[in-house]
């Protein structure tokens, strides 16, 4: 079918438009039509070349990613070599080389392309007669790969040149780049599928370019500046670098915008230094910036020595990164109490200072990273960043390098420290023991939210623990009159004050005494609701981190806090102590608050039961005590649960822990207010008054009535006209003789079990 002219109109039209925004977005950062408006023009295209497939030719802004991945890359001999830049490190090294270029030439000032140095993959794109012909890796400088389907990925490599009549031949060579933005997306989604970490964006720009799936290097986001140009054939060109680099940005290659024209060493030095301070800031990554000498005749004049040309220098940054050797690793508390594990390291020269430290962040980072003592690591310092260990050279690492184990005490104070193995650990839990934080605790204990001890202020306490009579509030109980008047400047008359005003505070309420504790995030609110929540202290000392989960607005850092602190025995010790000398409390009155099977059974958050599935389990159960002993089987047939969800529930509930927890609740007084979805079902048994009468064969009287109760039923002792139901047992006696006579229906236990399930089918939700 040959192709209608007015497609092929259509079909250019579309190209130059797509290209066009491709340009915008890609290299110019500067969009002028909404991404949905591109992809009706991408989609359109896609449309039109499936409709007539000698369209779709590899120029097409659509034949970007497209046939099969490839075994190997073919050789590529370039026409020119791609040559190596001689480097400077030193402000006098660049002013030599101004030198030797005046000296060479004859002149008096020389003019200069700058432009910065990237940090990436170096490449030649060959174009002929304006098409993307071949690309190719810099190789070893006279031969490369040839990686044409992964550069045709990269959206602001033109496939297609705008030049018209196009140029026979084109040449361009440039560096291959991956956005910092980009290298830090892909390393997070490289661990969250487990995959390699690359340790800089220009490994990672590299390990794309080479990948044999040209898929994965478009999925990579891989950007391109160009830096120069070689061949050219059918063509004039300008004389200088400049205007070679301006022509190549009317050709549609993204061309840096940080590059100028400078003239004499002054203005080397000064573009070297004013990249510097940029260089942060910039979306990829540079090592330096690269002066040229612009006139291009001066150019081949200079000519080259070895494999780098004379007429150009690459002024390096110090170097961000270096390797060294992990001497040691220790912790480090800061002023919160936070612990950061650092590496001790061989001191080493890396962005422009000495580093003997490098901060492994956490030891989760410790663990990921794998830095053992004795390594040899990679340690960055960009900027004024403090240093950090990029990762392990492991092909360095030694027979004897040790594992770093965080310390499990308190750094402070040498107690346990919150968190337990596998977490990062925060802070000491000491509250009532820590020697770095004993006065604080007893200042708090003694405060006017807590016990409330009037007249023992900071400087009372700062006597009282440096003269050794305290060292925690339970020894506060311990004091009497004599000794307290032996202190400094204290009369008599005020150590009996004191003494009566501790003994005042015995009398508190359990509120007060939780947060007199000074449990590490449990404040005076936390405090009441934990009073409240569990009446008294021996349930809160045993409640589970989930079952602190319920009381109201406790997240699970301060049930953890909470947790962590009644289990160190020093605390539990000091809490003796105090009950011991006579500290009371009133109970907390409240107990959990009442909520809703349904919304009870979503709270405990079973894998794969939502909302409405624990409405459904709610309604029909017969209460929590039955769901926690039922099979899978039953939850299938019952409610209809399918087999994973089933044996999900049943899983739940046959763990201890959590049947602990339910437990804990229960003991508590959680009590649950009728089901939204029952209220108002048709329920045979739910408003029904029953007596029970005789002995029942499969459970207890007492049995029934909990069944009959959790079902809405009500269970009454002695018959009248208002029994709904008597339930007969063997041997029923006088209650069934009534039953009879006034006409009330009589069930077996047949019966009753009948209209217990009825009632489970009536409650039944689909
Ligand atoms: S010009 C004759 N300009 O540096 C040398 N190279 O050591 C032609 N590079 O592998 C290179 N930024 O990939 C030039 N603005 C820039 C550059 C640059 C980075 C890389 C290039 C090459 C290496 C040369």
Redesign the pocket.
Known sequence: MSVPANVIKQVRALRDAIELHNYRYYVLDAPIIPDAEYDRLFRELQELERKYPELAVPESPTQRVGGVPLTEFSPVTHRTP????NNAFEGEEVVAFDRRIREQLGVEVVEYAV????????VSLSYQNGLLAQGAT?GDGYTGEDVTTNLRTIKVVPLRLPADPPPVRLEV?G?VLMLKRDFERLNQEQARKDEKIFANPRNAAAGSLRQLDPRITASRHLTFFA??LEGVEGRTLPRTHSALMDFLVTQKFPV?PERKVVRGVQGLLDYYRSIGSKRETLPYDIDGV?Y?VNDLDQQERMGFVAR??RF?L?HKFPAEEATTEVLDIDVQVGRTGAVTPVARLRPVFVGGVTVTNATLHNEDEVRRKDVRIGDTVIVRRAGDVIPEVVSVVPDRRRTDAREFVMPRVCPVCGSKVVRLPGEAISRCSGGLYCPAQRKQAILHFASRRAMDIQGLGEKRVDQLVDNHLVETPADLYRLDVPTVARLERMAELSADNLVKAIEAGKRTTLARFIYALGIPDVGDATAKELARFFGDLDPLIDADEQTLRYVEDIGPEVAQSIVQFFSEPHNRKVIAQLRAAGVRWERGEGGPKKTTLAQFIARLEIPGIGPSTAERLAVGSGGIERLMQVDAQTLQEEFDLPPNAARSVVEYFRSSKNRKVIKQLLNLGLTFTENAGTAGKPSPVRGKTFVLTGTLQSLTREEAKEKIEALGGKVTGSVSKKTDYVVAGAEAGSKLAKAQELGVPVLDEEGLMKLLSGSVRGGRQK
């Open positions: 791609m040559l190596s830049l432009e910065p140095k990237f940090d990436g993959a170096a810099r060579r560096e830096y120069g840096c690269v040229k780098a040309p150009a690459a």
